[in-house]
């Protein structure tokens, strides 16, 4: 059976529920990412036109909804990290370890980051220039895009065992730079077409002053976003993984073959639904594009996992899952969750009175 089925159940049940979290995080993140390298880009090109900046479908979409979007990355970002310090504890901790100061550096640049979301959708970030408008939000990028080079020069170090006790004499991170720019421009790139993805879905369904009717057909141009990002995923992906060996190898089977083949077939099926304007923009195909970018994502993510897998010792952590199986909490949970859904509701409840007793007026 292929790769993640041929595991033990304990184990399977891990890496399925890591998979799928994982795919979620990153819908939500790379909303964030790509939106603010957007905001640069068309800081630039409407350098000339501050209103047709401002009033830009997507990039009014982008500067209300980033908070949020940031904020579900975190919320989501929370179960694939547990589950990846079960599934790989030794690995995930001595990594943490060896990165030291760029480890500890990611909490504080996350911060910074998400209050600078704030910072773009003020009347404050309205008023500059071109230019400091272009500056504020490539900073804001620049630091989502430096936790992503965090997270993934931790993702390569525990993957590389025998290269720790060099890495901590030394000091010297065993990363090769190709190999990091790579997998950076692995979801870097694919980033902008879960951006788009997502952006058209809002237009299309969000009626609440975020979109009008007239929105929708106006923003044909993101589908040469979304063509150019699945070019460019295609190419660091086949480098990603052909400028390691054990990366290669993990991928020269059978199992391999199935799921490159199959994200293959998804990454072809984005290009069908993206590659004229009437696609891009029409309704009915919404729901498919988004489909069909989950399952590539999920591919990709299973393809990335075969290549940890096969750089570890995995079969010796299965023990350690079968443990972390028979531990028990689940009426703690319960407790927990209606505790939390119930203070949830009641937040809600009190928007809502305060909404309804004194009506706020947005455009003030």
């Known amino acids: 059976m292929p790769f993640p089925f041929n595991l033990p159940l304990t184990s399977l049940t891990y890496m399925l529920l890591y998979l799928a979290t994982f795919v979620t995080h990153h819908l939500a993140m790379h909303f964030v990412v790509a939106g603010c390298l957007t905001i640069v880009g068309a800081s630039i090109w409407y350098r000339r036109d501050r209103e047709a900046l401002l009033t830009n479908p997507v990039i009014r979409v982008l500067r209300d909804w980033m908070p949020f979007g940031l904020s579900a990355a975190i919320t989501f970002g929370v179960a694939p990290l547990l589950f990846v310090q079960i599934l790989e504890p030794v690995n995930f901790y001595t990594a943490n370890l060896l990165l030291g100061w760029r480890w500890m550096v990611v909490i504080p640049a996350l ?3 998400f209050y600078l979301l704030y910072v773009l959708k003020s009347a404050w970030f309205e008023r500059l220039a071109w230019w400091q408008r272009a500056l504020v939000a490539g900073v804001n990028a620049g630091l989502f895009v430096f936790i992503g080079f965090c997270w993934t020069a931790n993702h390569l ?3 590389q065992p025998d290269a720790w006790p060099d890495t901590f004499a030394s000091g010297v991170l065993p990363l090769a730079m190709v190999q990091v720019v790579s997998r950076s421009l692995v979801w870097l790139s694919i980033a902008f077409v879960s951006m788009a993805s ?15 009717d007239e929105d929708l057909p106006a923003v044909g141009w993101l589908r040469w976003l979304a063509l150019a990002g699945l070019g460019l995923f295609a190419v660091a992906s086949l480098t990603a993984i052909g400028v ?3 990366g290669f190898a993990a991928v020269n089977n059978g199992s391999g073959y199935l799921w490159l083949g199959l994200g293959v077939l998804l990454w072809g099926g984005q290009i069908v639904l993206w590659h004229s304007e009437a ?4 309704r009915g195909w919404i729901g498919a594009r988004l489909g069909l970018l989950a399952g590539m994502l999920f591919c990709g993510s299973v393809v990335r996992e075969l ?3 096969a750089s570890i010792d995995f079969a ?3 023990p350690q899952h079968e443990e972390a199986g028979n531990v028990q909490g689940f009426s703690l949970f319960l407790v927990t969750a209606v505790i939390v859904i119930g203070l949830m509701s009641l937040s809600v409840w009190w928007v809502r009175q305060s909404y309804q007793a004194e009506p706020v007026d947005i455009e003030s």
């Open 111 to 113: 911060i910074a980051a």
């Open 157 to 159: 170090v525990s993957s």
């Open 198 to 212: 997502v952006v058209t879905a809002q237009l299309a369904y969000l009626r609440e002053g975020t979109a009008t």
């Open 244 to 246: 390691s060996m054990p």
């Open 279 to 282: 696609m891009a923009t029409g």
């Open 307 to 309: 290549i940890r897998v």
């Open 316 to 318: 010796a952590l299965i």
